[in-house]
Each structure stands twice: as structure tokens, then as C-alpha cells.
């Protein structure tokens, strides 16, 4: 009985002595304290995480009162009326903001460069001016600069108005162009990210869901339309509530464009093709294309620089098909008392955003 209490007691002086050396192994992985060469005992401090918000993110700061400094996020929210004051670190800063500022040539906007840092300042801020502000540092070399992409950084900022849920626009009635092979966005964006939006057809009145997947929303741009198709043809407008009277947005005319990108597609001919001395003519040149898209004419003829002519140029919208909308762009040539020197080929060149197109026609004697 001895023998066997005897051995219990070794065993467990064996365990004890083991469970103390893992728990001596134990601290010094932990490693609170460790010593340096020469004997000195140092206190061992965790790791600081590290910053994961991106490189850009130190560069954008907003000063407020009385020196205090603040970095924005991706998204800020701010009271109109009050003077905002954004800098950005670096000695060649680049700056975008709101287009308006510079369409309308707003003296409320200033920049100033500095050795240290760029800064904008924006006076009476309204819901206006809602919308993405970023700056970045200007790379050169030599003479060629660039954008530094990985040193810049974006804030959408909101100027939050309880009267205007909605940015202002300076068009009452705007035009939306649908197109098969692009989304469409009806821009009836707010200055309150937590206004409730939806989308509405006029006539006949309905709400479209915007369901995640064909229709979206997205508060910085407005509705987008995935695949638009002739069935969104019509006048809309959008609908903003937070905690008041629900507020309109302004009206946006939705048409379905049948023609695709490219250069112009051009016809010219004369009226009439056959004359004779002094007769008058009309050289007509029609170029069928994109509603919103530009087109200028440049013409060439038998007495140029010797013959006095007269061109008007015009355009309108029209209907073609079913549902399908389009823009005619003519250019009329006129030219009265006809000639010898007039008789021969009329050049006709359109040129709009995406190419030209040349054409000719000739004009004879009867």
C-alpha cells in the first residue's frame, strides 16, 4: 500500500514540474518581455494596424473652425451655406469638382496652389453644388506631366437641403436618349443620401420598380436603365421623401434613338439637278444621326472665292418607325443667277464627334 501511495506522489511532482515549464514556454512566445542584446529588458508593444482605407485617403482634407482638420470619406454630408475649405497634400495638385462651376465661371470657387499642399475653397455652398470633388498629385517629367492614380482621392459630397431634395438643374424639361447597346440614366439624383426615390411615367401613370437588376438606383447619378427598350419612351420625373411632404423632381422626356454611333450618314442633291443660266439652285446637304450629337457642314464648289453663295444650317428631331427617334441636320446651299463657272461638282463634308463623311453631286446644263 506504501509502494502504491509512493508512486502516486512521484507521478504527480512529475506532472507539476512539466505543466510549469509549458507555462514558462508559454509567456516567453507571448513575449512580454524579451531581452536585447547587452542584457536590457524591453517592453514588447502589439503591432498598430495598419491603415487599409488606400493610398489616396491622407491626401483630401477639409479645414474647419479654429484650425481643426478633418479627413472625409468617400461620402460627406454637409449644411449648405457654410464656406468649405478642402486641401490636398502635395506641392502640384490637380482638383475636379461639380461641371456648373466651371460652365457658369462661379466666382465662388477659387484654388490656390501652395509649397505644401493645393487648396479649394467653395463661398455659399448650396444643393447646387452637390457632387464628387477629388484632387491628386501632378507627376512631371521634363516638360510632360501626368496624374498620379494612386495618389488620389474622391469625395462625393452632399450640400443636404430639406427644400431641395433634389440637385437643381437649370433645364426644366430634360431629354433622356435611349439606346439599345448602353444603359440609360434618367439623372434625377438628391442631396440627401436617405431620401426614398421612385421613378414615375406620366401618362399613363405608374411607378417603375427599380427592381436591382433592369432598373437601379443609385443617388450620386440617378435611375439607370440597363437595357432600355421603345416601352420607356415617354415623359417621366422622380419622386424624394424623408420625413416631409414628398418633393418633384423636374421632367425628363425619354426617346428612343434608332440610328448608332458612327461617322454621318449623308445625302446631298440639288433642286434642280438641271438648270440653266440664270437660274436658281438649292444644293441640300441631310445627315441622318444621334439627337445630342453635333453635326458641321464644309462645303466646296466650282466659283469658290469668285461666286457669292448663301448656306443655312438647321436640325430638328424626328420620328422614324415605331418608337424610334432621330435628328436631321441639313445644310442648304443656295446659289441665284446661275453661271457658266457654276456648272460642275458640289462637295459636301460632315463632320460630327465620331468622324466625316464626303460626299458629291453634279449640277449640268440643260
Known amino acids: 500500500m506504501k509502494l502504491w501511495v509512493g508512486l502516486c506522489l512521484a507521478l504527480l511532482w512529475v506532472e507539476l514540474q512539466h505543466g510549469a515549464c509549458q507555462q514558462v514556454k508559454r509567456r516567453k512566445d507571448i513575449g512580454e518581455n524579451r531581452i536585447r542584446p547587452g542584457g536590457k529588458r524591453v517592453k514588447v508593444r502589439p503591432a498598430k ?16 473652425d479654429k484650425g481643426r482638420f478633418l479627413r472625409p470619406g468617400p461620402i460627406s454630408t454637409l449644411a449648405p451655406g457654410r464656406n468649405m475649405e478642402l486641401r490636398c497634400k502635395g506641392n502640384s495638385i490637380g482638383w475636379s469638382y461639380p461641371s456648373h462651376l466651371d460652365t457658369f465661371n462661379d466666382s465662388r470657387l477659387s484654388i490656390k496652389p501652395s509649397d505644401k499642399y493645393g487648396q479649394l475653397i467653395l463661398t455659399s455652398p448650396s444643393a447646387a453644388d452637390t457632387g464628387p470633388y477629388s484632387c491628386w498629385v501632378i507627376v512631371c517629367d521634363g516638360s510632360e506631366c501626368e496624374r498620379d492614380h494612386e495618389r488620389t482621392y474622391v469625395s462625393y459630397i452632399y450640400f443636404t437641403d430639406k427644400d431641395n431634395l433634389f440637385v437643381p438643374s437649370a433645364i426644366h424639361f430634360e431629354i433622356v436618349y435611349l439606346r439599345p447597346d448602353r444603359p440609360a440614366v434618367v439623372p434625377c439624383r438628391v442631396t440627401d443620401p436617405r431620401a426614398k426615390v421612385s421613378l414615375h411615367r406620366e401618362v399613363p401613370p405608374e411607378e417603375i420598380a427599380a427592381n436591382g437588376t433592369q432598373v437601379t438606383y443609385d443617388p450620386t447619378k440617378g435611375f439607370v436603365l440597363q437595357n432600355p427598350s421603345p416601352e420607356y419612351r415617354g415623359v417621366f420625373y422622380c419622386k ?24 454621318p450618314f449623308v445625302g446631298l442633291e440639288a433642286s434642280p439637278e438641271s438648270v440653266g443660266g440664270g437660274d436658281n439652285v438649292n444644293v441640300t446637304c441631310s445627315v441622318l444621326g444621334e439627337p445630342e450629337v453635333d453635326v458641321s457642314f464644309t ?37 441665284e443667277d446661275m453661271e457658266t463657272i457654276d456648272f460642275g461638282n458640289y462637295i459636301c463634308k460632315a463632320k460630327n464627334q465620331n468622324g466625316e463623311t464626303i460626299v458629291t453631286t453634279s449640277i449640268v446644263s440643260n
Open 49 to 64: 494596424p495598419k491603415d487599409g482605407g488606400g493610398k489616396g485617403q491622407s491626401l483630401l482634407t477639409q479645414v474647419l
Open 240 to 263: 424624394a421623401v424623408t420625413k416631409g411632404t414628398p418633393q418633384i423632381s423636374t421632367k425628363y422626356q425619354l426617346l428612343y434613338v434608332e440610328v448608332p454611333s458612327g461617322p
Open 299 to 335: 462645303w466646296s464648289y466650282p466659283g469658290q472665292g469668285r461666286r457669292p453663295v448663301q448656306t443655312q444650317t438647321s436640325w430638328r428631331l424626328v420620328n422614324r418607325g415605331m418608337s424610334h427617334t432621330t435628328r436631321i441636320s441639313q445644310s442648304v446651299l443656295t446659289l
